[in-house]
């Protein structure tokens, strides 16, 4: 019974992910694009602030060692998929071009970091169940602007409000196979988690510095709306990790 309430708790956490969707299919194309810097500078300081807050847990514990490691892994992976798309004209039914890769990075990266996530749901309700659902809110909570980083890109690509829905609870979906995971392994996979948290940190800091920042800042014309998303999503997400740690 225990493991089938981590499954579903982890399932609603995905499904909170498409939430944050909803706010950019909203807006629509048009605008859209005359809010393109804010909207980046948005998706590129929640990556920034998610990217510090998976760090917290294994620097309180002095888990430097595996956390670096992993961060270097994990940079050099965005690296090694940027090569991979460099050049390349990626097709998505009929929608290609650059919106079109970078939404790809960003649902990959997102993807991967989706997993020690689910690690971190499982192996605490395992140990208590209370803890477990403190996991559970926070990360649901926090799963709502992810979910818009993901529809962002998707937006300037033109996919649909459907696609960007599903494609941000598809990048959640790595959280209901890591719970369960964890749940049944856990001595296992808390001795893995500071290397996966880390790799999943660094992947995306990278993807923040290397694709995101450079688009959302462009123009000088477009600095204050970028820095606006920026400081204003990172302030906003501390707000959450402040309430949440309360």
Do not use: Y
Request: net charge neutral; proline share 6%; glycine share 10%.
């Amino acid at each position: 019974m225990a493991l089938l309430t981590v499954f579903l708790l982890a399932c609603v956490t995905a499904l909170a992910t498409g939430l944050g969707a909803l706010p950019v299919a909203w807006l629509g194309p048009a605008r859209t694009e005359r809010w393109r810097p804010l909207l980046w500078g948005i998706a590129a300081g929640v990556m920034t602030a998610a990217s510090i807050g998976l760090v917290v847990e294994p620097i309180d514990k002095g888990q430097w060692v595996p956390l670096i490691v992993g961060g270097v892994i994990g940079v050099a992976f965005l690296l090694i998929g940027q090569r991979a798309m460099a050049g390349r004209e990626m097709h998505v039914g009929n929608l290609s071009g650059v919106h079109v890769r970078r939404s790809a990075l960003v649902f990959v990266v997102l993807f991967v970091h989706s997993l020690p996530e689910g690690f971190a749901l499982g192996s605490s309700w395992s140990v208590d169940s209370t803890i477990g659902l403190f996991v559970f809110v926070a990360i649901t909570l926090q799963n709502v602007p992810e979910g818009t980083a993901t529809a962002i890109p998707m937006a300037q690509a033109g996919f649909s409000a459907s696609q960007q829905f599903w494609a941000a609870v598809g990048t959640s979906l790595p959280q209901p196979v890591g719970a369960v995971i964890a749940f049944l392994l856990v001595e296992q996979i808390t001795a893995l988690l500071p290397w996966s948290l880390g790799f999943a940190a660094g992947a995306m800091l990278a993807l923040v510095v290397l694709e995101l920042l450079p688009d959302a800042i462009g123009p000088r014309e477009n600095r204050p709306l970028a820095a606006t998303g920026i400081i204003g999503s990172m302030l906003a997400m501390a707000a959450l990790a402040m309430l949440l740690g309360a």
